[in-house]
């Protein structure tokens, strides 16, 4: 019996149940039907009867963006309405400027301030408005940007979804700021480490320049120093000479064996050739001078000159050292005198 009761129960429940849900769809469907009658329905009729429709045409949508109207202040109410309904059915919310649906229906606002389809219209597309400015924030369009939030604010001045575009609209123009300022700054580097880098070869050119210049004096001043050696000894190569011209004996002093002459050569030798010299195949010269004992030996042997220089001094002051000589007499006495001799090296 309980049980009986129980599912009576519960199949009346859901009887009653059933007509209720149909009761709140009901309501919801009445509710939507009734926003579409009052915000798009009579804009679409009046679009289609001025374009010469019936009301119960469906307007094809996806059509081409008309042309900016001329002399919109001049226009009627439902000459306005049925511009924004067009511009609604283009998805032109807010752009372009002067031919968008926000602009249409804030003129009808401004010829009739308590019209509730324009109203209702601006307060149902306000977040397509919203999500269109947004989208110009983040392409970094940002006068447009501004312009449609400028466009917000007048349908919906007191709406929150402003503060938060505006705040993003100024935090993306502050990082745009920086980058354009960071690229600046880089771009600003890139040209002080060009005009650096053209400054230290500037500055190397020079001190090359300077260095070479410095070398090739050098190399001058050398030169010179060796012509004004090589006039030296050819200098006291013909003093020597000329002074052992003077000492020679005359004729006659020889003959009789007495009087007075300068020494003579009794045994030469021709001096070593350095080894390395050798090898390198150089050739040179060396100014020696002596003292000729009244023995007629050699002695004080030193170098005067020499090309090149350190060489063949040795092997020349060697070979001079061994030579013999009939000293010099005065008066048919031997006497010690001085002679300079110049050793020739030569390759065969």
Do not use: C
């Not at 149902?124 to 392409?139: D, L, R, V, W, Y």
């Amino acid at each position: 019996m309980d049980t009986r009761n129980t599912l009576h129960a519960r199949r009346y429940a859901r009887g009653a149940i059933r007509p209720v849900a149909i009761a709140i769809v009901g309501v919801i469907g009445l509710i939507a039907a009734g926003a579409w009658l009052l915000i798009f329905k009579p804009h679409e009729d009046m679009a289609l009867s001025d374009s010469g429709g019936h009301p119960s045409t469906p307007v094809t949508a996806g059509k081409t963006a008309a042309p900016t109207p001329a002399n919109v202040g001049a226009m009627s109410l439902n000459e306005l309405l049925s511009e924004a309904r067009k511009a609604m059915n283009d998805q032109r919310m807010l752009a372009p400027a002067g031919n968008n649906a926000f602009e249409f229906y804030l003129k009808v606002l401004e010829k009739q301030p308590g019209n509730q389809v324009a109203a209702d219209a601006l307060r149902e597309t306000f977040p397509f408005g919203a999500n269109s400015a947004e989208q110009a924030i983040n392409q970094r369009d940002f006068n447009e940007a501004q312009r449609q939030i400028d466009l917000l604010a007048k349908a919906d001045p007191a709406n929150y979804t402003l503060t938060i575009l505006r705040s993003k609209l100024d935090a993306q123009r502050k990082l745009q700021d920086r980058e354009q300022q960071q690229a600046t700054d880089k771009e600003r580097q890139q040209q002080l480490a060009a005009q650096k880098a053209a400054s230290d070869k500037i500055e190397a050119d020079r001190l090359a320049a300077e260095q070479q210049k410095t070398a090739l004096a050098a190399e001058q001043q050398k030169a010179a120093q060796a012509r004004a050696a090589q006039q030296q000894a050819e200098s006291a190569r013909q003093q020597a000479m000329a002074q052992q011209s003077a000492t020679a004996p005359t004729g006659g002093s020889a003959a009789g064996g007495a009087g007075t002459h300068g020494p003579v050569l009794v045994k030469g030798g021709q001096p070593r050739y350095p080894t390395a010299a050798m090898r390198s195949a150089q050739e040179g010269w060396v100014e020696v001078s002596f003292t000729i004992s009244p023995d007629g030996s050699v002695a004080n042997v030193k170098v005067v000159d020499a090309q090149p220089r350190h060489v063949f001094d040795r092997a020349a002051m060697d070979a001079v050292s061994h030579w013999k000589y009939e000293p010099a007499t005065q008066g048919g006495t031997p006497v010690a005198s001085e002679r300079q001799q110049r050793i020739e090296f030569k390759l065969n």
